[in-house]
């Protein structure tokens, strides 16, 4: 085929597809084109998200700084600044031996007033709550009917001692008659108890009128004791009965005894041998009694009696202590703490329980020697006397023990000494590195607990 041949062949293929490219790419598929655009807005997204959650913490760590990992203090610490510690000495001083127990407060007389006779109520002489004394007027009941019977007594004796009177003229004259020989002997005999008669009847028509006399006086009540009334049991009016009224058997009114007052409470008979030498020896001992909260003093006195027994359900026994109650602090039936002293070690050795640790060694303290190291020194203790600890053995008087900060320390490491007996100022704490700041940052603890010491000293 000639050169003019081809050419004329090619433009007639042209011709034919007018669309067609030299080198041109082939157009992709409808639904090809539409995956391709998803692919791009899930890539948009997640750039998106990524982009915004870098920024959060990015921000979050520049607001909240990381806290430093636990034991990058201690060892900041370990590298020159010695842990801050507050300090107490261990010295002497009387060391009270208290007995807690849980009393009631009983008054020592509580008595309920009831008519002794039965009439009709008068008059009341008392207001609710208001104190009396013993003697006071209280109630008056319609002695009246008494009265009348008194009377009426009173004429019997004045005509039995009538005939007393007569049976003695004629036992005179009898007698008389007799030294004459003019009247039988029998006849003198006879009279004579004929007297006798009569005089028992003047002394029964006496007890008869004392009886009534003594009615009337029980129409007047009075207090029979010192003390607080309560409320009124009965109103004027009513008709009241010997021994109690129409409408109660409990009485007109109580009258409860305020000063002094009692508290009975009970210990374990485990403590007698702590309190009964000294009560059987006739000695009072101090006691405090405190409201159920346990925090409010109401009251200071003595106990002095104890039960002559032990309760054999409970292995408790009983004591009394007694109290002045001048401002009326404790209540009658109140339920109070009470606090015994039972005895008191003079001069004990002690030290406060702030500075007594705990852990493997048993009870220990760590002591703050002049040099600034701190060790431990195994303790054993005694008696406790509120915040202060006896110290039978392991610390001497003068000793320096740590009782703030306990928890930073280690065997033989430096500390700084800036509260407590003996501490510096804190412009001269020893060991501090320059320019450190002072104040309540120093004493922060620091993270990490101490590991509790295996050995002692």
């Known amino acids: 085929m000639t050169t003019e041949g081809f050419d004329e062949k090619l433009a007639a293929e042209r011709k034919a597809q007018p669309d067609a490219r030299v080198g041109a790419p082939a157009k992709a598929p409808p639904a090809v084109r539409k995956g391709g655009r998803l692919r791009v807005i899930l890539v948009g997204l997640a750039l998106l998200a990524a ?64 008519s002794q006779i039965s009439g009709v109520l008068q008059d009341v002489g008392f207001v609710e709550g208001q104190k009396v004394k013993k003697g006071d007027f209280l109630a008056q009941i319609d002695d009246r009917p008494y009265r009348a019977q008194k009377a009426q007594y009173e004429g019997q004796l004045a005509h039995d001692q009538g005939l007393l009177a007569q049976a003695r003229s004629d036992e005179e004259r009898y007698q008389r008659l007799l030294k004459q020989n003019s009247i039988a002997s029998q006849t003198a005999e006879n009279q004579k108890f004929v007297v006798k008669q009569y005089e028992g009847t003047v002394a029964a028509d006496q007890a008869l009128i004392d009886a009534q006399a003594l009615n009337i006086a029980y129409c007047r009540i009075v207090s029979p004791v010192e003390g607080r009334v309560g409320l009124r049991q009965i109103d004027p009016g009513n008709y009241v009965t010997a021994g109690g009224s129409t409408s109660s058997s409990t009485g007109l ?23 009964a030498p000294q009560l059987r020896a006739g000695q009072a001992l101090s006691t405090e009694v405190y409201d159920r909260s346990n925090t409010k003093l109401l009251a200071k006195g003595e106990t002095r009696a104890i039960d002559n027994q032990v309760d054999a359900t409970t292995g408790m026994v009983k004591l009394r202590g007694i109290f002045d109650n001048a401002d009326e602090g404790l209540f009658a039936n109140q339920f109070v703490n009470v606090r015994l002293l039972a005895s008191t070690i003079p001069q004990a050795l002690t030290a406060p329980i702030s500075g007594i640790q705990h852990g493997a060694p048993g009870d220990y303290a760590w002591v703050v020697s002049p040099e600034g190291t701190v060790s431990v020194h195994v303790v054993k203790l005694g008696q406790m006397d509120g915040d202060m600890a006896q110290i039978l053995s392991g610390l001497n008087e003068g000793d320096r023990i740590v009782v703030d900060g306990a928890d930073r320390l280690r065997e033989g490491g430096q500390v700084r000494v800036v509260s407590g007996d003996g501490a510096p100022a804190p412009d001269a704490a020893p060991n501090a590195a320059p320019g450190a700041p002072h104040g309540k940052r120093e004493r922060k603890a620091q993270d990490g607990a101490a590991t509790p010491p295996a050995k002692s000293q």
């Open 51 to 114: 982009l915004v959650f870098g920024l959060r913490a990015w921000l979050g760590s520049h607001a909240n700084p990381p806290a430093p990992a636990p034991g990058a203090t201690s060892q900041k610490a370990e590298r020159g600044v010695a842990p801050a510690v507050g300090v107490a000495a261990v010295g002497r001083r009387d060391v009270h031996i208290t007995l807690n127990a849980l009393g009631t407060a009983t008054p020592l007389a509580t008595v309920t007033v009831v």
């Open 253 to 275: 009114v109580v009258v409860t005894q305020m000063q002094p007052m009692s508290v009975l409470y009970s210990i374990p008979e485990d403590s007698l041998r702590r309190v």
